[in-house]
């Protein structure tokens, strides 16, 4: 019997908003765009329904030519599509996510929750990453997640 990867991956960070807003940017397709690759990437959003048992589909695509080896997808792209599992307006999102991919290794289901937390100077957010594929080096994870956190920081704060 295979056995599932067990790795948790998590990044939090306060953010200078309130959670309603924050939460909002979870479910606009622009802002998503905007904001959820991490540095050194861009998003093409191909469909998104942000509703319980809601599909997406979005790709990051590596914008620096040195990274153009890096895809999961392609050389220079990770699509990837999620469905929208629970959804609890200001506190929770609960995402699984799977990536196109040749390899087995990068294609299995990925389980992506974020809370939100009111704190004195705005919200908590955090980024638990469930069953993340193996192949996918834990530091370049946490880096992307905290890059990720960092571009929402800036996209809810201007």
């Not at 905007?34 to 509703?51: D, T």
């Not at 590596?62 to 990837?80: I, L, M, P, Q």
């Not at 040749?102 to 992506?112: L, Q």
């Not at 908590?124 to 990720?148: C, L, Y």
Request: glycine share 4%.
């Amino acid at each position: 019997m295979e056995q599932k990867n067990e790795r948790f991956d998590t990044a939090s960070r306060v953010i200078k908003a309130p959670a309603h807003r924050i939460y909002l940017a979870f479910l606009d397709p622009e802002a998503i765009a905007s904001w959820r690759p991490p540095a050194g990437m861009e998003c093409e959003v191909y469909e998104f329904e942000p509703s319980i048992g809601g599909k997406y589909k979005m790709a990051f695509k590596y914008t620096r030519s040195e990274d153009a080896t890096a895809g999961k997808t392609s050389a220079n792209a990770d699509v990837f599509n999620g469905i929208f599992v629970e959804l609890i307006a200001d506190r929770k999102i609960v995402e699984l996510i799977k990536f196109e991919s040749d390899d087995p290794a990068f294609a299995e289901e990925m389980k992506m929750t974020t809370r939100l937390t009111p704190v004195k100077d705005g919200t908590e957010v955090t980024f638990i990453a469930e069953n993340v594929p193996s192949t996918i080096k834990k530091e370049d994870h946490d880096e992307g997640m905290r890059s990720s956190l960092e571009n929402l920081a800036k996209f809810m704060e201007q």
